[in-house]
């Protein structure tokens, strides 16, 4: 009769659990930007070297030694703005990303995902200046496999 009463304990206990109580590890997460990068000579994606990636209002190094030819990185989503330097050769241009944060609510376990649209006036701030310019190209953030910004230099 235990026994039963124990099989019948964990039946129920299991049926009691919604679905949604576990975030299953791989579940949607908040996209970030993809930023590409174009040799303005050859006008062609090119690999880059960067010997720094940081945030501004935040003071977190993203990387201190960068190589290839895409970069993804977060957006705040408390902010409209999100900025990071980006040194090549010690040189520093500031990226400031304007954008527009829109919440999604998964469900109870995993919470919210946040998704973006990229303002027009995504800007940067030339110290020296190893940007040449940028061009938006997709600015909603939807996924991460479209390129959002591309950086020419």
């Given at each position: ?36 990068f174009i040799d ?58 304007s954008h527009q ?38 600015d909603s953030i ?12």
């Open positions: 009769m235990i026994k039963h009463l124990h099989f019948l304990v964990l039946i129920l206990f299991f049926l009691s659990c919604e679905k949604d109580d576990i975030c299953i590890e791989g579940s949607e997460n908040t996209n970030r930007v993809t930023i590409g303005n000579e050859s006008e062609n994606l090119k690999r880059i070297n960067l010997s720094l990636i940081k945030g501004v209002d935040n003071d977190s190094i993203i990387s201190e030694e960068f190589s290839g030819a895409e970069l993804k990185l977060p957006l705040m989503v408390n902010s409209n703005q999100t900025k990071y330097i980006l040194e090549q050769n010690e040189i520093r241009d500031t990226l400031i990303i944060t829109k919440h999604l609510y998964l469900n109870r376990s995993c919470g919210f995902k946040s998704n973006f649209l990229i303002k027009s006036d995504t800007e940067i701030i030339k110290e020296s200046g190893w940007i040449r310019e940028i061009s938006i190209v997709q939807f996924n991460e496999e479209k390129t959002n910004i591309f950086i020419h230099y």
